[in-house]
């Protein structure tokens, strides 16, 4: 699948889907979330796909608000669906059933790194940045990221990154919880490809339960969480995939999981 700005395509499990503005370092405009947001609802009906790797043509992952867009003569409603996309993109990101995986090939900056953040796993080239400017030019922050960033690195460090707008490379990123990890430039894309691989091997439907799970349990109390697990561990006893798990072990072979 390939529209104005959006890049999809499905191999081996990974739908993978790059923000496809290059000329304007995937600078986000309301298209562009609403063919992202298509886009994603497509690799979630689809059966075939495991995992979804996020990323960007060209040098950057995204830059943010393409500001050339921000033209006069918007109406506050225009202004307000614009602004809405990216809530709904970053919802879907957190909410997906299944992984989302970040693969940060340049700048992620403003809605670029909140993207980054909605998604389960954040991998940085060696050469990325990441950061949060809004502050910085009298804007603010959305895609969630005030309820995940100080989850993800404590609250004096989503400070920090929020209130200085400071731009952090990879190595940063990992120190402090915000990104999985940092890969090479050379072969970036082709190492983060593995990476996802290795979740689309995995169990899928133990992987969208673990996936709700871990994005809910902070809002969750110990009992809670403790039933939750029991429910789940209950729930994939009873698939094929269980069977295949236990099978797998027993003749030391890799498993082959349908998602059923």
């Known amino acids: ?25 995937n600078a986000v405009t309301q298209q562009l979330y609403e063919e992202l947001n298509s886009a994603l609802g497509r690799a979630e009906a689809d059966g075939e796909v495991r ?21 006069a003569g918007r109406t506050a409603y225009d202004r307000r669906q614009y602004l809405h996309g990216e809530q709904i993109v970053c919802k879907r990101l957190m909410q997906l059933s299944k992984p989302v995986v970040a693969a940060v090939n340049g700048f992620a900056l403003g809605a670029g790194a909140e993207m980054a953040i ?12 990441i950061g949060l400017p809004e502050i910085s030019i009298g804007t603010f922050l959305g895609g969630g990221v005030t309820y995940l960033l100080p989850r993800l690195v404590g609250l004096a460090k989503a400070r920090e990154l929020v209130f200085l707008g400071e731009r952090i490379n990879g190595e940063e990123a990992v120190r402090i919880g915000l990104a999985s990890r940092v890969l090479p430039d050379d072969g970036f894309l082709d190492a983060a490809r593995e990476f996802a691989g290795k ?9 969208q339960l673990a996936k709700k799970q871990l994005n809910t349990a902070a809002e969750s109390t110990l009992d809670a969480a403790l039933t939750a697990e029991l429910e789940g561990m209950m729930f994939v006893g009873t698939t094929e995939d269980w069977q295949e798990g236990i099978d797998a072990f027993a003749e030391k072979r890799s498993p082959i999981f349908k998602g059923r």
């Open 1 to 25: 699948m390939q529209t104005a700005t959006v890049l999809y395509q499905s191999n081996d499990g990974i739908a993978e889907i790059r923000l496809n503005r290059p000329q304007r370092l």
């Open 51 to 71: 995992v979804v790797l996020l990323t960007g043509e060209g040098r950057a992952f995204c830059v943010g608000a393409d500001l050339k867009e921000h033209k």
């Open 118 to 129: 909605a998604s389960d796993f954040v991998l940085m080239a060696a050469s990325a940045q």
């Open 199 to 207: 979740i689309a091997g995995k169990a899928p439907l133990s992987m």
